[in-house]
């Protein structure tokens, strides 16, 4: 009954930025989150947000990832600036029904499909 579509990503060089968009269809949940994925590794909570308003970003991304919402559009937004080839990864939206803000996976219930986000040195 849910759909999350991810759009946006991409290859750029270091440094430079990207923004992903996430498409809910069927409802906004009251928690939203990116995720990402890189090869040999588990997938990572990067931002979450949640409908009271609530942020929280991974240390990682900390003051160069932005997680922003657009109701009207039902869509999730990732703004990925100063980006680093250590983000190279598949970025996955997420949303749950939980009352709290949290990057753990767990929380979440419907996953979308991914985008892959490729930075170059």
């Given at each position: ?11 750029v060089q270091a440094?430079g930025?990207l923004?992903?968009?996430c498409?809910?269809s069927g409802s906004m949940?009251?928690l ?5 994925q ?5 997938r990572?909570?990067?931002?979450a947000t949640?409908s ?5 970003y ?9 997680i922003?919402?657009d109701?009207?559009k039902?869509?999730l937004y990732?703004?990925m ?5 250590e983000?190279?990864?598949?970025y996955?939206c997420?949303?749950?029904a ?7 996976s767990?929380w979440y219930?419907n996953?979308?499909?991914g985008?892959?986000?490729?930075v170059?040195?």
């Amino acid at each position: 009954q849910v759909q999350l579509v991810e759009s946006g990503g991409g290859s750029v060089q270091a440094g430079g930025s990207l923004r992903l968009s996430c498409v809910v269809s069927g409802s906004m949940y009251r928690l939203l989150g990116w995720f990402r994925q890189a090869p040999g590794k588990e997938r990572e909570g990067v931002a979450a947000t949640h409908s009271d308003g609530r942020t929280t970003y991974a240390d990682s991304v900390k003051c160069r990832f932005t997680i922003s919402k657009d109701y009207a559009k039902n869509t999730l937004y990732l703004q990925m600036n100063s980006l680093k080839p250590e983000d190279t990864a598949m970025y996955y939206c997420a949303a749950g029904a939980r009352y709290g803000v949290t990057l753990a996976s767990t929380w979440y219930d419907n996953w979308g499909q991914g985008t892959q986000v490729t930075v170059s040195s």
